[in-house]
């Protein structure tokens, strides 16, 4: 599986971003999709995950309530709709992918990864 990130970009804050997540090679089918961020000097946390088929949707208590992650399959994309952005929301975001039912905030059990875009939030 090879993952395109896009939709990055400079906000101020209490505004909204779209990140979009291509996948090529495979279909979602049977695979969990994750986001994932990385401010500097900060480990990479987790951010939000989802199943392929929707059934299971998680997210980290920080964005819960402002981040929506939503699957197109498709189009084999996976969003990560941000409303309300704070300051602190400022990192590099990465989605990732993994097969099978089970879905992990650890970031080594996803093998795909995509490229990363920056999302920047301003006073």
Do not use: H
């Amino acid at each position: 599986v090879q993952l395109q990130a896009s939709g990055g970009g400079l906000v101020p804050a209490g505004d909204s971003l779209r990140l979009s997540c291509a996948a090529s090679g495979s279909t979602f089918s049977g695979y969990i999709m994750a986001w994932f961020r990385q401010a500097p000097g900060k480990e990479r946390e987790f951010v939000a995950v989802r199943s392929w088929n929707g059934r299971s949707t998680y997210y980290a208590g920080s964005v819960k309530g402002r981040f929506t992650i939503s699957i197109d399959n498709a189009k084999k994309t996976v969003y990560l709709q941000m409303n309300n952005l704070k300051l602190e929301d400022s990192a590099v975001y990465y989605c990732a992918a993994r097969e099978g039912l089970s879905y992990y905030a650890q970031s080594f059990k996803y093998p795909w990864w995509g490229q990363g875009t920056q999302v920047t939030v301003s006073s």
